[in-house]
């Protein structure tokens, strides 16, 4: 891409040259198995996230070892040994890998792979002890896209007091944005965004049984929210939510650097 734009300030080509390259840079096929979006990140600020389900281990890798070569990294969701063994053994020697074992996630990454800290600063609440696997789903996710990442499980509304100094804590840290997670009757989220000025990202679990099973009783508890600033997204949705908590906070993290670098120019005149 920069060598595109190198050319198009020195002239050598058009700008309707430099639209047509960019435009091709931004798709990268794999045979007939996938379609790698290689400028999303660039684009949009979300890195190229690959889902293992429902893809051979074999598929997986292929996808790996393309998106490593060209973006110095690659992540894998919902992953299981078998993924992971498979991806072990074809990454280059040079190579890191990084898994969390609850999330199911994988991050592999080249040897000049340089992680950016934005200065975002995200918060996540875990409900129950059940939930974690889901928040550390997002809680992956912020800390692959630049951010500071606070967590707090098994604080939620059975045993409420133990809710509170973590929570008093987040404010204190001036967090952008809280990812609070459960499951059951999904009531922490509406707690917390009650109490506070910072955006909730709701995540019901798939965690319950019986009438409202399977994540629905809290996703439509969640919905149902009184409190405003509170926003849901799909049942078990950790990297979604750790997405948009991502997304939020670096967007706040960018006016923050902006404003103190005016301050700082402002105090030199």
Do not use: W
Not at 6 to 23: C, D
Not at 66 to 79: D, K, N, P
């Amino acid at each position: 891409m920069r060598e595109v734009l190198e050319k198009l300030t020195r002239g050598q080509i058009s700008v309707e040259q430099a639209e047509e390259i960019l435009k091709v840079l931004t798709i990268e096929e794999i045979g007939n198995l996938a379609r790698l979006d290689v400028s999303r990140e660039f684009r949009k600020g979300v890195p190229e996230i690959v889902i293992a389900e429902g893809k051979t281990p074999e598929d997986v890798v292929s996808i790996v070892l393309a998106t490593l070569s060209r973006q110095g990294r690659a992540i894998v969701s919902r992953t299981n040994e078998q993924y992971i063994e498979a991806v072990k053994k074809a990454i280059p020697r040079d190579a890191t890998l990084e898994g969390n074992e609850k999330a199911r996630i994988l991050a592999i990454k080249s040897k000049d792979f340089v992680a950016r800290r934005t200065g975002g600063k995200v918060a996540i609440l875990g409900a129950g002890t059940s939930d974690i696997p889901v928040a550390e789903e997002a809680k992956v996710i912020a800390e692959e896209m630049g951010c500071e990442v606070t967590t707090a499980y098994d604080v939620g509304v059975a045993g409420i007091h133990r809710l509170f100094l973590p929570l008093k804590e987040m404010v204190k840290k001036d967090v952008d944005v809280i990812v609070a997670v459960a499951g059951r009757e999904g009531a922490l989220p509406s707690v917390v965004a009650g109490l506070v000025d910072v955006p909730i990202i709701a995540v019901p679990t798939a965690f319950g049984y019986g009438f409202g099973a399977k994540g629905v009783s809290a996703l439509m508890a969640m919905l149902q929210a009184c409190p405003l600033g509170l926003a849901v997204v799909n049942i078990d949705g950790g990297v979604p939510a750790g997405t948009m908590a991502a997304l939020i906070a670096n967007r706040a993290a960018k006016f923050r650097t902006s404003n103190k670098n005016k301050s700082a120019r402002t105090s030199r005149i």
